[in-house]
């Protein structure tokens, strides 16, 4: 059991094998086995805009609630463990959680054929058009703003000391723009199906 939780590959397999086995009894147990049909399908999208919105989300609350304010008080020589070896590898999940996220949204909401209501903000999808356009902008916010200012940040790209120091900044202020933004966002992405509005 030990070497499952060893490496984070056979970890996700098992967690992926765990799913199979539970849907199988649940099926088993009510009778109601998965029937990939449209409507499987889009569940399935479904929960794979949720699994990667929680990585995505995840990862922003992470740099925002934990990394960030724990860097002053992490001691000089302690830090390029941070920012050569996690902060690259948290920006790498992060910036793709974010695009997947917004494709599998996209795809759910044209499966579900409301993406130009949504988009529009027409009722009744205006709750989840406004959490759309929320992520939309945050998806940009990650890959056009915080990621090419990380890159200067964190040494990726050489700039000088000054710009260096900009760059972080830019990138931090932006880090928490999107983390102000993901709390309406996920109240309107939830609004939509429990009548928030």
Not at 20 to 44: E, P, S
Not at 105 to 111: E, I, N, S, V
């Amino acid at each position: 059991m030990g070497a499952i939780f060893q490496s984070l590959g056979r970890t996700i397999t098992a967690g992926v094998v765990l799913l199979i086995v539970i849907a199988l009894l649940v099926g088993a147990v009510t009778g109601t086995w998965i029937k990939a049909d449209y409507g499987w399908w889009t569940f399935f999208m479904r929960w794979l805009h949720v699994l990667s919105g929680v990585m995505w989300i995840g990862i922003l609350w992470y740099f925002n609630f934990v990394q960030t304010p724990s860097m002053p008080k992490i001691p000089d020589e302690q830090k390029p463990a941070i920012s050569k070896v996690i902060a690259p590898t948290a920006l790498f999940w992060f910036r793709w959680a974010a695009l997947a996220t917004v494709v599998t949204g996209l795809l759910l909401a044209w499966m579900n054929d409301y993406i130009g209501s949504a988009l529009g903000l027409q009722k009744p999808n205006t709750a989840i058009g406004i959490g759309m356009w929320l992520a939309l902008i945050m998806a940009f916010n990650v890959w056009f703003i915080i990621w090419p200012n990380q890159k200067k940040a964190l040494g990726i790209v050489h700039v000088d000391a000054a710009e260096k120091a900009a760059a972080a900044k830019m990138a931090g202020m932006t880090s928490r723009f999107n983390t102000m933004l993901s709390i309406p966002m996920l109240y309107c992405m939830v609004a939509q199906q429990n009548g928030g509005f």
